[in-house]
């Protein structure tokens, strides 16, 4: 009797043990990756994103921003895993001060484009800047956008930038600078050749030529919030995979 006790409290032991495991590992495994992205990301990371979901099975929660803003959160102790950025500084400056696992990698480089609902025509788009016919112009915030420094830079290499100021509407994204350019309420941004692909609305724009401003080299980092997550390790490989770097040439991106 008294064996058949021990037993029982044995089989419910090992039983009762085997149930957390379980519970752990479907806890883990339905956990999905925090991934911190840029905003010229925003459509093409559901298309990443769910390609992933499809190849590995698992699931990513993106958090959308402005790359300064994101790296601000990250600092201030955001639980994400992997950081997408639109630019290179923004995660060398968090591997230089301790925040991720290994130095960043260029994923991608951006493309930026003057684009418009209407149909202005941009072939000498720093002379249409000037005239009446442009009174609102989206740029994003240079200090926390490097589409709004490249476009700065190279509105300061064509020579007009002084002049445009005053007709200069600052978005903190690159994707609140879509929706001035989407819904008409400016003339014309610098955005991302991304929106192209993303946009419902008929857009016209022409590309900038790349060497007015500075290389918008796209960088990624592990956070090291993803300390031990494989799962992280996974998605950062396949960022870097030739499947991805087919859907970023679809949305305007240059890859290696």
């Known amino acids: 009797m008294k064996n058949n006790i021990l037993f029982k409290q044995k089989f419910i032991s090992r039983l009762s043990i085997l149930f957390a495991l379980l519970l752990i590992s479907a806890s883990s495994f339905a956990q999905n990756l925090k991934v911190a992205t840029a905003a010229?990301?925003?459509?093409i990371i559901k298309v990443l994103g769910d390609d992933f979901t499809k190849k590995t099975g698992i699931g990513i929660d993106p958090i959308v921003g402005s790359s300064g803003n994101l790296v601000a959160q990250i600092k201030n102790g955001a639980p994400f895993d992997v950081f997408l950025s639109a630019d290179m500084s923004f995660p060398k400056n968090l591997?230089?001060?301790?925040f991720t696992l290994q130095?960043?990698?260029?994923?991608?480089?951006?493309s930026l484009i003057i684009c418009s609902t209407q149909n202005?025509?941009?072939?000498n788009w720093e002379r249409l800047l000037l005239t009446g016919r442009v009174k609102k112009i989206a740029i994003?915030?240079?200090?926390i956008a490097p589409y709004g420094k490249a476009a700065e830079e190279s509105l300061q290499k064509k020579g007009i930038l002084s002049e445009i100021k005053s007709k200069a509407v600052y978005g903190e994204s690159i994707s609140q600078?879509?929706?001035y350019i989407t819904t008409g309420s400016v003339d014309v941004g610098f955005t991302t050749q991304a929106l192209i692909k993303d946009s419902k609305t008929t857009l016209y724009y022409k590309v900038i030529d790349p060497k007015t401003y500075s290389p918008i080299e796209q960088g990624m980092v592990i956070l090291k919030h993803a300390q031990g997550n494989a799962n992280a390790e996974k998605f950062y490989q396949?960022?870097?995979?030739?499947?991805?770097?087919r859907i970023f040439k679809e949305y305007g991106y240059y890859v290696q």
């Open 40 to 43: 010229n990301l925003q459509g």
């Open 95 to 98: 591997f230089a001060d301790g």
């Open 103 to 110: 130095k960043p990698v260029v994923y991608a480089s951006g």
């Open 120 to 123: 202005l025509g941009f072939e």
């Open 140 to 143: 994003a915030n240079p200090t």
């Open 177 to 179: 600078v879509n929706t």
């Open 238 to 245: 396949y960022i870097l995979s030739a499947e991805a770097k």
